[in-house]
C-alpha cells in the first residue's frame, strides 16, 4: 500500500456522554485503494465484558440530542442492508479501555464523509442484525472535520 498523498484527510474528535469519559480520535488518510480510518479511543468502559465496541460512520451531521440521536443511522447512501452500510466499520478492541484500529475501506470516500459522524456503541456488532448489528447504545460521537495532511 502506497503511503497517503497531499490530498485533504479528515478526523473526528470523540467525545462520551455526559457520565463517561471515552475521548480520542478517528482520523481518515486519502490512499490509491481507498480510505484508511486509524481510530484511538480511550476511556472504553469495562461494563462490556467481551471489550468489543461497535464502531459505525452515521448519516447525521450532529453529535447533539439524548445519546447523540441526531447521529442519525448508518451511513448508507446505497440503501443496502447491514453490515453492507457504506458506514459500516469493524469494531474497537479495548485493552483496559484503550483501542487502536486501522482498516482500510473503499466504501466511500473523504469528501462523502466530512460533516457526518462517528459513532461508538456500548456492545459488539453481530453484523447481522437489522437495521444496525443489535450493537446497543451510542456512547460516544465525534463529527467528522476536514483535517490538513501536516497535522496527521
Ligand atoms: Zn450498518
Redesign the pocket.
Known sequence: MQIPTGELAAAAAISGDSISSIHGSVRFFPCPEGVMVLADIFGLPEANPTGIFAL?IHSGGDCSGTNFADSGM?Y?PANMP????A??LPPLLSCHGHALMGVLTCRFTIDEIIGRTVIIHSQP?DFTSQ???NAGEKIACGVIRPMPMNQC
Open positions: 459505525h448508518h448508507d447491514h453490515p453492507r452500510h458506514g459500516d456488532d437495521p444496525a448489528g
